[in-house]
């Protein structure tokens, strides 16, 4: 199995910063992308920020100039540096990738963590 492990949740100030990290573990051959989705109560799970094996970054315009993406590609980890944080950025923030989990077959799966909490309070 691949297992996805968030960390760096909790409680801050609006304004205040928040790095959350995540990483995965498991059989795992390559990574093909990781990202982070936020849900709140009542809505659905949306991106936040995506980062694929070749560096390449997606962001909710919303969080842009705000958070930023980061990976370490040699313990298959990412994070996200939140600053300026808001109280709409409050939810459940879930870690995904997409990860090749073996050589022989060319077949790529999707995980999901468990999330962590981020609220924000005003």
């Known amino acids: 199995q691949v297992h996805l492990v968030e960390s760096g949740g909790g409680l801050v100030q609006s304004g205040g910063s928040l790095r959350l990290s995540c990483a995965a573990s498991?059989?795992?051959?390559?990574?093909?992308?990781m990202g982070w989705y936020r849900q709140a109560p009542g809505n659905e799970r949306e991106l936040v920020a995506g980062?694929?094996?070749?560096?390449?970054?997606k962001y909710q315009d919303s969080v842009k100039g705000r958070f930023t993406i980061s990976e370490d590609n040699t313990k298959n980890t990412i994070y996200l540096q939140m600053n300026s944080l808001k109280p709409e950025d409050t939810g459940v923030y879930y870690c995904?990738?997409?990860?090749?989990?073996?050589?022989?077959?060319?077949?790529?799966?999707?995980?999901w963590g468990q999330g962590t909490l981020v609220t924000v309070s005003s």
């Open positions: 498991g059989t795992i051959f390559s990574v093909h992308r």
């Open positions: 995904n990738a997409e990860v090749r989990v073996t050589m022989v077959s060319y077949t790529f799966t999707e995980v």
């Open positions: 980062i694929t094996s070749g560096g390449s970054t």
